[in-house]
Nanobody, 124 residues
Framework: VQLQASGGGLVQAGGSLRLSCAAS????????MGWFRQAPGKEREFVAA????????FYSDSVKGRFTISRDNAQNTVYLQMNNLKPDDTAVYYC??????????????????WGQGTQVTVSS
């Protein structure tokens, strides 16, 4: 497995979770990283992205101000801190790696490597 996502679980509305995605050094060092999510019956949706250096971050409007993406280049890991979770945040969350620089990272086709997903369930 080239990308290993973890940290999902069941949480009440208003709670917090932190997702992690570990990668090999070879992949992580060349990649801008993103998080997507997919709820049952819905298309995969962009959540957040961070550039290789960590200097730039991108968020969907639905999570801006509640979620924070970060990366630890020494640990080859990207994180998604999710606060004030809502039932609408319930989904399988995927991390992904993108080898190129873009002005935005919302499109799934910009990523060439995907993790296996971790389930996040927010109860009301």
């Amino acid at each position: 497995v080239q990308l290993q996502a973890s940290g999902g679980g069941l949480v009440q509305a208003g709670g917090s979770l932190r997702l992690s995605c570990a990668a090999s050094e070879r992949i992580f060092s060349r990649s801008n990283m993103g998080w997507f999510r997919q709820a049952p019956g819905k298309e995969r949706e962009f959540v957040a992205a961070i550039t290789r250096s960590g200097n730039f971050t991108f968020y969907s409007d639905s999570v801006k101000g509640r979620f924070t993406i970060s990366r630890d280049n020494a640990q080859n890991t990207v994180y998604l801190q999710m606060n004030n979770l809502k039932p609408d945040d319930t989904a399988v969350y995927y991390c992904a790696a993108s080898p190129y620089y873009y002005t935005d990272y919302a499109g799934p086709t910009k990523y060439d490597i995907w993790g296996q997903g971790t389930q996040v369930t927010v109860s009301s």
